[in-house]
């Protein structure tokens, strides 16, 4: 099986701009959509992308998702950042032989 | 609108064997390309994927666990039904069941997960 890597936590001040990284360690990124989920304390995850850089409707277009060949990475990137953006991300993936990978999560502070 | 709520016991002994129900409304697991999963997440840490059953039936599984689970559906009671056996402390977390696109395994939405304890 392979692995996701993001990092552990990243902070941001209120109105800047935030990407959080999510390298993939055997096979091609770009192979397989990668989702990414917003977990806020004492909830569900939700989706905040899918399909590499699909927005659900209802979430804000200040959340953006990227592929990187070159690294073999995605990213997820919040722009504007918001107090309530302060969460748990995680980016998700699969595979050919339908094995399902989360990344380790990455917790946002916003201060 | 599409919901799911799991539902099972809180607290489970050592090498007992864990059953837990997904009780689902809003979409039909009969219907083509319907997939429910099983995810779990220790406290404090990260999310595992468990299992995925589909509406033709075909099951997939963690490779790390796939001895100890057993997924299984009731698509007319909209119910998916999970168990692992031989339950471990470790084993302690918050276990969600989540609607699963086949395409992509996307989950969208999730359920607000039950934490099962495992403690003697």
């Known amino acids: 099986n392979f692995m996701l890597t993001q990092p552990h936590s990243v902070s941001e001040s209120p109105g800047k701009t935030v990407t959080i990284s999510c390298t993939r360690s055997?096979?091609?990124?770009?192979?397989?959509?990668v989702q990414w989920y917003q977990q806020r304390p004492g909830s569900s995850p939700t989706t905040v992308i899918y399909?590499?850089?699909?927005?659900p409707s209802e979430v804000p277009d200040r959340f953006s998702g990227s592929i990187d060949s070159s690294s073999n990475s995605a990213s997820l990137t919040i722009s504007g950042l918001k107090t309530e953006d302060e969460a748990d991300y995680y980016c998700q993936s699969y595979d050919s032989s339908n094995h399902v990978v989360f990344g380790g999560g990455t917790k946002l502070t916003v201060l | 609108q599409v919901t799911l709520r799991e539902s099972g016991p809180a607290l489970v002994k050592p090498t007992e064997t864990l059953t837990l129900t997904c009780t689902f409304s809003g979409f039909s697991l009969s219907s083509s390309g319907m997939c429910v999963s099983w995810i779990r997440q220790p406290p404090g840490k990260a999310l595992e994927w468990l299992a995925r059953i589909d509406w033709d039936d075909d099951k997939y599984y963690s490779t790390s666990l796939k001895t100890r689970l057993t997924v299984s559906k009731d698509s007319s009671k909209s119910q998916v039904v999970l168990t692992m056996t031989n339950m471990d402390p470790l084993d302690t977390g918050t276990y969600y069941c989540?609607?699963?696109?086949?395409?992509?395994?996307?989950?969208?939405?999730w359920g607000q997960g039950t934490l099962v304890t495992v403690s003697s």
């Open positions: 055997s096979g091609s990124i770009a192979g397989n959509f």
């Open positions: 399909d590499d850089d699909q927005r």
């Open positions: 989540a609607r699963t696109s086949r395409h992509a395994f996307r989950f969208d939405p």
